[in-house]
């Protein structure tokens, strides 16, 4: 139901519209789940339920927000990671909204291909900042898309600071990575690894390995059970993220 709905509101309304006023419009979906039994960790909703999605996913309502970018913004906070300035690659709108309307940080949010709410387009090849810019970079689901992935690691770690942290995510993969270069219609694209404009499909070592070529220090944060808590804020397993110092 909740994806027929999307589905016709992008039909039928512009989509400038929908982006200025997405909030208000969810509020009226969101009125049939309001409760106690969970919360939305981003925009402090309390619920009946969340919205059940495809793949074992659970959508929030009120602000859109699905599983991994509700316990991103929780490891962000038990991180200490917001803070100074931020780089954030296509951010989801829950996340946007709550960052940039944070005085205390300077945030940076990108979108090359301008399909997301963003500010700036920078190219993760070659991003635009002096070395040792950034105290924290979140890259979700960027990765899989570059072409020259070690370029893009290279830059992360150049315009990271020393001490800082980036957040790294991508869809995985057992054994080793799989990709092909002589892959490249977006036919055979989501044949091979899942999505038309998707390059390869990386494994949890591979994905480490090659971060930890460029010079990163990478920690494997992977999240097998769901705890009460976890829950309560509608996250769900399994789930690994890697966070990158330097």
Do not use: W
């Not at 789930?239 to 330097?246: A, N, S």
Request: a positive charge.
């Amino acid at each position: 139901m909740y994806n027929f709905i999307k589905q016709k509101a992008k039909t039928l309304i512009p989509k400038s519209f929908l982006f200025n006023n997405e909030l208000f419009l969810r509020s009226f979906y969101g009125y049939f789940y309001k409760g106690k039994k969970h919360q939305c960790n981003i925009c402090q909703h309390k619920l009946n339920r969340f919205v059940p999605l495809n793949e074992n996913d659970l959508l929030c309502p009120f602000c859109g927000s699905i599983s991994r970018k509700r316990r991103l913004l929780d490891i962000l906070i038990k991180e200490n990671a917001i803070k100074g300035s931020i780089l954030h690659f296509s951010p989801s709108r829950s996340i946007y909204r709550l960052l940039k309307k944070d005085p205390s940080i300077n945030y940076f949010s990108s979108d090359f291909e301008d399909e997301f709410l963003a500010d700036y387009q920078f190219d993760i090849t070659k991003i635009d900042k002096p070395n040792a810019y950034f105290n924290t970079i979140i890259c979700y689901h960027i990765l899989e898309h570059i072409i020259d992935d070690n370029k893009a690691m290279s830059e992360l770690y150049r315009v990271l600071k020393p001490n800082g942290k980036a957040f790294i995510q991508t869809p995985f993969r057992s054994g080793e990575i799989y990709e092909d270069s002589s892959i490249i219609s977006p036919e055979e694209c989501l044949k091979h690894f899942g999505q038309e404009d998707h390059v390869r499909i990386y494994s949890v070592n591979g994905l480490k390995s090659r971060l930890e070529n460029v010079g990163f220090i990478v920690n494997t944060l992977e999240f097998k059970t769901t705890n009460s808590n976890e829950k309560y804020h509608g996250f769900t397993t399994p789930e690994i993220i890697l966070k990158l110092t330097k």
